[in-house]
């Protein structure tokens, strides 16, 4: 029977495919310090949620909760042990995982204008997921010689960040684009939310959010079962959800208030 509505005729057939071929496997490293709590975590599990759905299969792993040694920039992976790292910790664990999944989906607010330090940690060490021989890759940059397998897939970047234009995630995306590059994988695309700081408050009152978290589930859908995100949908996660000065003013006032509750000192009420 035809579906009239495309948006689920789309969704059977994407789930039939997947039935066919297998699930997209996905692994999402949550790279938030404050994980669930935070408002990059908000919109990454809406992300999940959509692909799921659509019929992933989803593993989210906090980057400040796993044990793990940081990388010790020696390279006995690629000298010693060839593709295997050094340590037996969770860190290599989430490697071999990562070296078998279909997507990458790396999630951080701007620290500094890029990753968070726990985010970058873990990346650190997906060196070991690498050759140390060198190759041209098929934009005519330089680049250690990847997986035969590494081609057909995807890396996504879910942020947040305090400030309000979108301008200020450009070091980020870069940095991004630059890593799924080095790893030989296709750019999918960002899910980038502007004066994010806002996004759990807003929410929290009532405020209209909820076009945003679900263009995060429609694009975490869409991951799934066309490969890509549309640029409608991911603007639509970025989108102006107030003007610059009210934005401003509110957070004045946030930062006016719990200064004040806190007697001048940091640290919560």
């Known amino acids: 029977?035809?579906?009239?509505?495309?948006?689920?005729?789309?969704?059977?057939?994407?789930?039939?495919?997947?039935?066919?071929?297998?699930?997209?496997?996905?692994?999402?490293?949550?790279?938030?310090?404050?994980?669930?709590?935070?408002?990059?975590?908000?919109?990454?599990?809406?992300?999940?949620?959509?692909?799921?759905?659509?019929?992933?299969?989803?593993?989210?792993?906090?980057?400040?909760?796993l044990k793990?040694?940081?990388?010790?920039?020696?390279?006995?992976?690629?000298?010693?042990?060839?593709?295997?790292?050094?340590?037996?910790?969770?860190?290599?664990?989430?490697?071999?995982?990562?070296?078998q999944a279909d997507a990458w989906v790396l999630a951080s607010p701007v620290h500094v204008g890029g990753m968070t330090h726990g985010l970058t940690r873990v990346l650190e060490r997906s060196i070991m997921l690498l050759s140390p021989y060198f190759e041209v890759g098929a934009d005519g940059r330089s680049r250690h010689v990847t997986s035969p397998d590494a081609t057909n897939r995807k890396m996504v970047l879910v942020s947040t960040c305090g400030f309000y234009e979108d301008d200020a995630f450009a070091p980020l995306v870069a940095q991004t684009e630059d890593l799924s590059h080095s790893h030989g994988m296709q750019f999918a695309g960002a899910l980038l939310r502007p004066h994010g700081l806002a996004l759990r408050f807003m929410k929290a009152q009532g405020l209209g959010v909820e076009e945003v978290l679900q263009a995060a589930y429609d694009a975490g859908n869409e991951l799934v079962l066309t490969g890509s995100m549309s640029d409608e949908t991911l603007q639509k996660v970025r989108q102006p959800l107030m003007s610059q000065e009210d934005f401003i003013a509110m957070m004045n006032s946030a930062f006016d208030r719990r200064l004040a509750c806190s007697g001048g000192q940091s640290g919560p009420c």
């Open 1 to 65: 029977m035809f579906l009239q509505r495309t948006g689920h005729l789309v969704i059977l057939v994407g789930v039939a495919i997947c039935a066919i071929i297998g699930a997209m496997k996905i692994v999402a490293i949550d790279g938030s310090p404050h994980g669930d709590r935070g408002n990059t975590g908000m919109l990454l599990e809406r992300y999940l949620a959509g692909a799921a759905e659509a019929g992933a299969e989803v593993e989210r792993v906090s980057a400040y909760k």
């Open 68 to 99: 793990m040694e940081p990388c010790c920039v020696r390279m006995p992976c690629w000298y010693k042990t060839f593709g295997v790292c050094i340590y037996k910790d969770e860190c290599s664990a989430l490697m071999d995982r990562m070296a």
